[in-house]
């Protein structure tokens, strides 16, 4: 009998996606579910059926080698975020480096490092991202269900958050509703209010909040004010005025409503304390203590002693270009976005690094352009990976080592598919940076055949 959408069957589970769904196969079909693991045998409900595949939800698991906890977050199961919240840390850990291994084990000529846990279980975004919708009692501001862009629901804790995130969240909420401020309807598109964007440094305590909006109104100033006033650590609200259709966050003109257009964060890698300013759409990686545990794992596979020509490919505002400054004779950092490079100018000189130079670019256009040789370089791509043109570039300057720095296993071994021909992957080290989720980061080190 054909499957429908709402049928109960039952599937036992064998691997892992790279997103952490559980991988099973029923009648022929593979089966995809969050919240399934590898060795569990449990009941599914029929979500999606696409061709040769099915989507589904995890309704009881029957058999299981895994002992689950109780959540701390009572938005578990209904928000996106956590799917891991109810395993214990290390189980979370085991599959993580299962996952790289899966991935990657074809790939190395050399050891897979045991990963590195996260130094900080619980609180420990320095950003998130909230998003307004309409509700029975008016405004709501929070999270979306799983697979669920279309709905919001309101939030009321999020435990690996700082504690003056949700704080930050309840104000803005009471004091949308206050001031009678509407939310954007997607299906309309009418409405203001479209997203809150909190930023924090956990080491200086700096804090820095967006609202992306419809357009301009004269509220806005009101909120940013009051954001403020009421909480001492915010240097600054900007707006963010996004008038088209698409739901994103950061698209369209920005505007400092209160404050200042910066926040301060830093770092403490190989003995050095490192300032960077951050701008509301800088990028930095969301786990500061874990960035730091990163950032120590690249300066190990560096080993650079100070004579080196060093290349920085997706350098953003030059964290890891500032980590190896003081063990580099040069540093070229190249990055797309241009806001960001003049962030990572003025970290630059904040930190009195007179070794880095930064070019606006994209990877595959400064590759191009760049003068050898160059001793090191190290690789940090967006999650899709590199594009083709930037690797068959890397490969024809054909630096002497590469460390490339990984946020999705899937895109890094279709790199390394292609810079393998050219180099070998020596070691590798898997890092946790986003605990009760599946997401990890991977360290790798390639030299020339």
């Known amino acids: 009998m054909a499957l429908r959408k709402g049928d109960i069957i039952k599937v036992s589970f064998g691997a892992l996606s790279y997103k952490g769904y559980g991988l099973g196969t029923y009648d022929g079909r593979e089966v995809a579910v969050p919240g399934a693991l590898p060795g569990e045998r449990a009941k599914i409900e029929v979500l999606r ?42 189980v979370q850990l085991g599959l993580k ?25 619980w609180g420990y975004r320095n950003k998130m991202e909230f998003s307004f919708d309409r509700g029975p009692e008016g405004v709501v501001l929070g999270l979306h269900p799983r697979g669920r862009f279309d709905v919001t629901f ?32 997607l299906r309309t598109h009418e409405g203001l209010l479209r997203f809150l964007i909190l930023r924090r440094s956990p080491k200086t305590r700096e804090a820095l909040i967006g609202i992306t909006s419809s357009g301009r109104h004269d509220k806005l100033t009101l909120v940013a004010r009051e954001l403020g006033e009421a909480f001492p650590e915010v240097r600054g609200v900007v707006g963010i005025f996004n008038p088209s259709p698409g739901q994103f966050a950061y698209g369209g003109k920005r505007e400092v409503l209160w404050g200042e257009e910066r926040f301060r964060e830093e770092v403490e890698v190989g003995g050095k304390r490192f300032t960077f300013y951050l701008s509301l759409v800088s990028f930095f990686q969301t786990n500061s203590g874990g960035a730091e545990r990163l950032y120590e794992v690249v300066r190990e596979f560096a080993g650079l002693s100070g004579r080196e020509r060093v290349l920085d490919l997706f350098c953003g505002v030059g964290t890891i270009a500032s980590v190896l400054a003081p063990e580099s004779k040069e540093i070229v950092g190249v990055e797309v976005v241009e806001e960001a490079v003049e962030d990572g100018l003025r970290n630059l000189r904040e930190n009195y690094l007179g070794n880095v130079r930064l070019i606006s670019g994209t990877a595959e256009d400064a590759l191009r352009s760049l003068d050898g040789p160059f001793h090191l370089a190290v690789v940090d791509p967006p999650r899709a990976g590199m594009h083709p043109k930037a690797r068959r570039e890397l490969l024809e300057l054909s630096p002497d080592r590469i460390i490339y720095v990984s946020c999705n296993p899937k895109s890094l071994k279709e790199d390394l598919e292609v810079l393998l021909k050219g180099y070998r992957a020596v070691r590798a080290r898997p890092l946790d940076l986003f605990p009760h989720t599946p997401h990890v980061e991977t360290v790798v080190e390639l030299v020339h055949r």
Do not use: M, N
């Not at 804790?157 to 309840?170: A, H, L, Q």
């Open 49 to 90: 059926r696409p061709r040769h595949r099915i989507v589904g939800r995890l309704v009881e698991v029957l058999e299981s080698p895994y002992s689950r906890v109780e959540p701390r977050c009572t938005h578990f199961g209904t928000c996106g975020g956590c799917l891991w919240q109810d395993l214990p840390y290390e």
């Open 97 to 121: 480096e299962g996952l790289v291994r899966e991935y990657l084990e074809d790939h190395l000529d050399g050891p897979l490092l045991p990963i590195l846990p996260s130094p900080q279980l």
């Open 154 to 185: 309101d939030l009321s804790e999020c435990p690996i958050s700082p504690p003056p995130f949700p704080k930050v969240v309840s104000f803005v909420r009471d004091l949308a509703r206050r001031t009678s401020l509407p939310p954007y309807d």
